[in-house]
């Protein structure tokens, strides 16, 4: 087995979310990967395996420090980068990835690598209860709030839209996360070449919450509400991470086939031998 280290949605050097490639992993146990996720601590850790789907060029499952996901945004493309690195060659015209939501096609565009957002699994209003809770862990009121939905896509993504990037920026949420929580707030920009400001809030370990740096799955899910609620129309770029040291870019599009989320991908250390 070896490691690869890489850097998604990048704007510039470090300024992406870090995401961990172990490649060969086919050996490995669910525990040892788990483990190794919480010993690197990164948001997700990789782990790419043999395809069982004839279609698939390679299966990876995708562990945070504290549980595995179904599927993943930045862990698609960084990991679809490093197969694609250390020799991978796709059976079609577009990289096959087998994951727990099933296949998902990823491809390469001016923008960098993109992954064809999946289908949300829940979607519409928050529930009353579900509302409450959240505008509590976030410390907003209800008045903050134009639209409070679901996009799930595999992480239960909660997603607040507020009035604007200034007030998505200006949220400073309870550190203690009450519960298992996914949240997204999401404003537009008027920033030049950014049209909407996005953050995203998870539970990491000890229970405190864990601001993302920049976050594909949620950036997915909220393409779909955009587009669905003709919120946008076309072609957009949102940012994410500012308040974290980051500085992401995630670029989105729709065509004929669905919604396609890019950026670009870059190695930060590659070929490290795993001793476990």
Not at 27 to 49: K, N, P, V
Not at 115 to 136: H, I, M, N, T, V
Not at 146 to 160: C, K, T
Request: some cysteine.
């Amino acid at each position: 087995m070896r490691l690869d280290l890489v850097d998604v949605f990048v704007n510039g050097a470090l300024s992406g979310n870090p995401l961990a490639v172990v490649h060969g992993a086919d050996g490995m146990s669910d525990a040892a990967m788990q483990s190794l996720a919480r010993w690197i601590g990164f948001s997700e850790t990789t782990f790419l395996l043999l395809p069982t789907h004839p279609e698939a060029d390679y299966r990876v499952r995708i562990f945070t420090p504290v549980l595995e996901l179904p599927f993943a945004g930045h862990p698609t493309l960084g990991s679809a980068y490093a197969w694609r690195a250390a020799g991978g060659v796709a059976k079609g015209a577009r990289i096959m990835q087998e994951c727990g939501v099933g296949l998902v096609p990823v491809r390469e565009t001016e923008a960098g690598l993109a992954f064809r957002a999946p289908p949300l699994r829940r979607s519409g209003p928050l529930s009353d209860a579900e509302k409450a809770a959240a505008l509590a862990q976030l410390r907003l009121t209800p008045e903050d709030v134009v639209e409070a939905v679901h996009v799930d896509n595999g992480p239960p993504w909660q997603l607040l839209r507020l009035a604007d990037a200034q007030a998505v920026l200006a949220v400073s949420p309870e550190v203690t996360a009450q519960g298992v929580v996914d949240l997204g707030l999401i404003g537009p920009s008027q920033e030049p070449g950014i049209d909407w400001e996005i953050r995203g809030f998870f539970t990491g370990p000890g229970g405190i919450l864990v601001e993302d740096p920049v976050t594909g799955s949620l950036n997915a899910g909220a393409a779909l509400y955009l587009y669905e609620s003709g919120l946008a129309t076309g072609d957009y770029v949102a940012a994410q991470g500012r308040k974290t040291g980051a500085d992401g870019r995630v670029h989105v599009s729709r065509d004929e086939e669905g919604v396609w989320i890019a950026g670009k991908v870059c190695a930060v250390g590659t070929g490290a031998e795993l001793a476990i």
